[in-house]
């Protein structure tokens, strides 16, 4: 069995920063990639960045500049980095894993998801 236990949202002020922080436990063979998604009320999951067990990183064009994924594969865990955020970043944001079984067996497993407000 497989968790991800995400932490660091909150409220905070526009051109505020925050921290949000992605543990994996359990079951785990190797992890590929590591990712952050968000997603509003009534609005599709979007990716914001996701990085490879290399460290190759994708950025989702509205926070190139302003977000850094990075990981610790020793403890199994992403972070998200999240400088000058504005109102726009609002949004409940999931943590995603892609994890190696063995042979062909690949899945993808979501956090809970942790809201972020930015509001004055």
């Known amino acids: 069995q497989v968790q991800l236990v995400e932490s660091g949202g909150g409220l905070v002020q526009p051109g505020g920063s925050l921290r949000l922080s992605c543990a994996v436990s359990g079951s785990v063979f190797i992890i590929t990639a590591m990712g952050w998604y968000r997603q509003a009320p009534g609005k599709q999951r979007e990716l914001v960045a996701s990085?490879?067990?290399?460290?190759?990183?994708n950025y989702a064009d509205s926070v190139k500049g302003r977000f850094t994924i990075t990981r610790d594969n020793a403890k199994n865990t992403v972070y998200l980095q999240m400088n000058s955020l504005n109102p726009e970043d609002t949004d409940v944001y999931y943590c995603?894993?892609?994890?190696?079984?063995?042979?062909?067996?690949?899945?993808?497993?979501w956090g809970q998801g942790t809201q972020v407000t930015v509001s004055s």
């Open positions: 995603n894993s892609r994890i190696f079984h063995g042979g062909s067996d690949y899945r993808a497993y």
């Open positions: 990085i490879t067990n290399r460290g190759m990183t």
